[in-house]
């Protein structure tokens, strides 16, 4: 890790030291628009270390288009920030390696084991697979791990993309709408891996409709037509969103 | 975890796809088949004539396959957004391309053996001449065919016209080593084998700008 350190001040990246000292998230003015279209606008956003963040919202509030440009799936078109204490354009790389984004589309290949997509999945992350089998029985798949993910219901397969994000451990773990489909089980097991991280002293932004689960957040923000509308202080889980 | 070990990481994933699947063999190969039986009936018995027009076709069957191949080589990534997983993945997006540039390649090159077998059954090819530049022919136009086809499948799942965009990529940039495995299959096939030099040493000099290329470029395409 030192010399990892040392690289990246090389690099004009932050050193670890600044890097580790940085918040997890802080978004300075991002605005991203799809053709003239604005999803995000004017964000400024900051969360720190360990922080439970819940992001609430009607739909087309901004919310999955805020997590993907903070996963760097989505660049903004003006604005910037740090995630991690690397810059949102032009250190991507280096902020993929500690996020791990659970989206809407569960990012499985049909006809890939449930078993299989895990193992890809640590193999492109360089996990350890050996926790494959362990993370599938705590999203209740255990005893279909050979079975292709083709044959599965919406609500299987949502529950495999918990299950790699469970194995990931990331420093910052991003879940948009993770409870949709998913029976109780499966939502307690995502409530688990929240605790878990909290615990760990991980941070976690959590996009979600379901106002049973501000429980789990240290801090709500409330977004409506792309902006952040309301102070986290006055984000009231129980009347707003 | 190393750039070969995730080179081979998605090349086995794809080609595990594949295999289950079976789209090469359910689908490229009866296309390949069709597309040389009707022209082997339109061009009537002429000995001579079928053997001549034999490498042209053969290689055209083998560039559409490319192109079928390349493109269901990305539907699978394209099916639940798996892409944008290769693209978060922390890894160089140069081993992606080479993973998917060699399933892509192994799956071609299992076809263009059985393929080879129907056009030296049903055009009467000679596969007597020089075997090893036959082979080299077709090992290096397979690597420039699958190099184009890797680096524009995934344009095509982005793009909005994927349909018509695929093709429109790939087979102008395919032309080269079209000629260039046709002249040579044809020179291999004769008794003019040590001619065809020339011919594998344009396919190697595609092959080393393509896949340059992609490894250089790829990572650009999937980002936003």
Same mark, same amino acid.
């Given at each position: 890790?030192?010399?990892?350190?040392?690289?990246?001040?090389?690099?004009?990246?932050?050193?670890?030291?600044?890097?580790?000292?940085?918040?997890?998230?802080?978004?300075?003015?991002?605005?991203?628009?799809?053709?003239?279209?604005?999803?995000?606008?004017?964000?400024?956003?900051?969360?720190?270390?360990?922080?439970?963040?819940?992001?609430?919202?009607?739909?087309?509030?901004?919310?999955?288009?805020?997590?993907?440009?903070?996963?760097?799936?989505?660049?903004?078109?003006?604005?910037?920030?740090?995630?991690?204490?690397?810059?949102?354009?032009?250190?991507?790389?280096?902020?993929?390696?500690?996020?791990?984004?659970?989206?809407?589309?569960?990012?499985?290949?049909?006809?890939?084991?449930?078993?299989?997509?895990?193992?890809?999945?640590?193999?492109?992350?360089?996990?350890?697979?050996?926790?494959?089998?362990?993370?599938?029985?705590?999203?209740?798949?255990?005893?279909?791990?050979?079975?292709?993910?083709?044959?599965?219901?919406?609500?299987?397969?949502?529950?495999?993309?918990?299950?790699?994000?469970?194995?990931?451990?990331?420093?910052?773990?991003?879940?948009?709408?993770?409870?949709?489909?998913?029976?109780?089980?499966?939502?307690?097991?995502?409530?688990?891996?929240?605790?878990?991280?909290?615990?760990?002293?991980?941070?976690?932004?959590?996009?979600?409709?379901?106002?049973?689960?501000?429980?789990?957040?240290?801090?709500?923000?409330?977004?409506?037509?792309?902006?952040?509308?309301?102070?986290?202080?006055?984000?009231?889980?129980?009347?707003?969103? | 975890?190393?750039?070969?070990?995730?080179?081979?990481?998605?090349?086995?994933?794809?080609?595990?796809?594949?295999?289950?699947?079976?789209?090469?063999?359910?689908?490229?190969?009866?296309?390949?088949?069709?597309?040389?039986?009707?022209?082997?009936?339109?061009?009537?018995?002429?000995?001579?004539?079928?053997?001549?027009?034999?490498?042209?076709?053969?290689?055209?069957?083998?560039?559409?396959?490319?192109?079928?191949?390349?493109?269901?080589?990305?539907?699978?990534?394209?099916?639940?957004?798996? *892409?944008?997983?290769? =693209?978060? $993945? /922390? @890894?160089?997006? #140069?081993? &992606?391309?080479?993973?998917? !540039? %060699?399933?892509? +390649?192994?799956?071609?090159?299992?076809?263009?053996?059985?393929?080879?077998?129907?056009?030296?059954?049903?055009?009467?090819?000679?596969?007597?001449?020089?075997?090893?530049?036959?082979?080299?022919?077709?090992?290096?136009?397979?690597?420039?065919?699958?190099?184009?086809?890797?680096?524009?499948?995934?344009?095509?799942?982005?793009?909005?016209?994927?349909?018509?965009?695929?093709?429109? *990529?790939?087979?102008? =940039?395919? $032309? /080269? @080593?079209?000629? #260039?495995? &046709?002249?040579?299959?044809? !020179? %291999?096939?004769? +008794?003019?084998?040590?001619?065809?030099?020339?011919?594998?040493?344009?396919?190697?000099?595609?092959?080393?700008?393509?896949?340059?290329?992609?490894?250089?470029?790829?990572?650009?395409?999937?980002?936003?």
């Amino acid at each position: 890790m030192a010399s990892r350190g040392t690289t990246d001040v090389l690099a004009g990246g932050p050193s670890r030291a600044e890097q580790a000292a940085a918040p997890a998230v802080s978004l300075r003015s991002v605005t991203r628009v799809f053709g003239v279209t604005p999803a995000v606008v004017r964000v400024d956003l900051t969360v720190e270390r360990g922080e439970v963040v819940l992001v609430r919202g009607p739909n087309g509030a901004g919310k999955s288009t805020l997590l993907r440009v903070i996963a760097t799936a989505l660049s903004p078109t003006y604005g910037g920030g740090d995630v991690l204490g690397f810059d949102l354009v032009r250190d991507r790389e280096r902020i993929r390696a500690h996020v791990e984004l659970l989206g809407h589309r569960t990012r499985l290949y049909e006809d890939l084991t449930a078993a299989e997509n895990l193992r890809f999945a640590c193999a492109m992350t360089g996990t350890d697979a050996a926790g494959v089998p362990d993370a599938l029985d705590r999203v209740g798949l255990g005893d279909v791990a050979d079975e292709r993910v083709r044959g599965f219901s919406q609500g299987m397969r949502q529950r495999v993309a918990v299950a790699r994000a469970l194995l990931r451990h990331p420093d910052l773990l991003l879940l948009d709408e993770p409870y949709a489909g998913l029976d109780t089980s499966a939502r307690d097991a995502v409530d688990e891996a929240v605790d878990d991280a909290k615990e760990a002293g991980r941070t976690v932004i959590l996009a979600t409709h379901d106002v049973t689960r501000a429980s789990l957040a240290t801090r709500t923000v409330v977004m409506d037509g792309g902006r952040l509308v309301a102070e986290p202080a006055l984000a009231d889980p129980e009347t707003s969103g | 975890m190393s750039f070969v070990r995730q080179t081979g990481a998605v090349a086995g994933k794809d080609l595990r796809i594949e295999v289950r699947g079976r789209y090469a063999l359910g689908a490229v190969l009866p296309f390949a088949a069709t597309l040389l039986v009707s022209f082997g009936l339109s061009l009537g018995p002429g000995r001579t004539f079928l053997q001549q027009t034999a490498p042209g076709l053969l290689w055209m069957a083998v560039t559409f396959a490319a192109v079928l191949s390349s493109r269901r080589s990305y539907e699978s990534e394209a099916e639940d957004g798996a *892409l944008e997983g290769l =693209l978060l $993945a /922390p @890894v160089d997006k #140069a081993a &992606v391309y080479l993973g998917k !540039l %060699a399933a892509i +390649a192994a799956q071609l090159l299992v076809l263009e053996v059985l393929v080879l077998a129907l056009t030296a059954a049903l055009f009467d090819l000679p596969l007597t001449g020089d075997l090893t530049q036959l082979a080299g022919g077709f090992v290096l136009g397979t690597l420039g065919l699958a190099g184009v086809g890797a680096l524009f499948g995934a344009l095509d799942v982005s793009a909005r016209a994927r349909e018509a965009v695929f093709p429109l *990529l790939v087979l102008p =940039l395919a $032309a /080269p @080593v079209l000629v #260039a495995g &046709v002249k040579s299959t044809a !020179l %291999a096939t004769s +008794a003019r084998g040590g001619q065809a030099g020339g011919w594998l040493g344009l396919l190697v000099a595609f092959d080393v700008v393509i896949v340059a290329a992609g490894t250089l470029v790829y990572g650009h395409l999937l980002e936003d």
